[in-house]
């Protein structure tokens, strides 16, 4: 039961590390509700067709563990929260993709991209992954993209012993 928490929990950091309470105002309305304002470029300056670009690269670069392409997608200002760690900057995230390459190795793992959503410079996907010791039956990771590299990262995923 505690694996079915995962992508909530995952989503809820997402959106609690990407508040910026710098980057935001408070106003009040006549009817004394209170509006968000976003200080911050406005939506149409976000190129979904670059979070797209962006996106699909990565999945490619991650499905055939290439490392080199993958680390391009990043930044040393990039955070990435999985259910066990959270990586900071280039090298601790280097680190969680050279653990993810050895737990799929790239000619014994089968990927199944099954749901793929991109709004604005927020990616989400949903995947399957089939390797020699374990099954990923279900598998999230959402991505805010910002001038063409991957700014924040949560993956949450489950997996079983493979069925021989």
Not at 120 to 129: E, K, P, R, S, T
Not at 134 to 158: C, E, H, M, P, W
Request: with cysteine; net charge negative.
């Amino acid at each position: 039961m505690k694996h079915k928490i995962y992508p909530a929990v995952a989503l809820l950091f997402l959106a609690w590390g990407c508040s910026d309470n710098a980057s935001t105002a408070v106003q009040d309305t006549p009817d004394a509700q209170k509006t968000a304002i976003s200080q911050d470029a406005p939506a149409a300056a976000i190129s979904e067709d670059r979070t797209q670009e962006v996106l699909d690269h990565h999945w490619e670069a991650f499905s055939q563990n290439d490392m080199e392409a993958v680390m391009a997608d990043y930044t040393e200002e990039s955070v990435l929260i999985t259910p066990d760690r959270t990586y900071k900057g280039m090298e601790e995230i280097r680190t969680n993709f050279e653990n993810a390459f050895k737990a799929f190795p790239k000619d014994q793992t089968t990927f199944q991209l099954d749901k793929s959503v991109v709004e604005g410079d927020v990616a989400y996907i949903l995947w399957q992954a089939k390797t020699p010791a374990f099954n990923l039956s279900y598998a999230t990771d959402t991505f805010i993209i910002r001038d063409g590299k991957i700014i924040s990262q949560t993956y949450a995923g489950v997996s079983d012993a493979a069925q021989e």
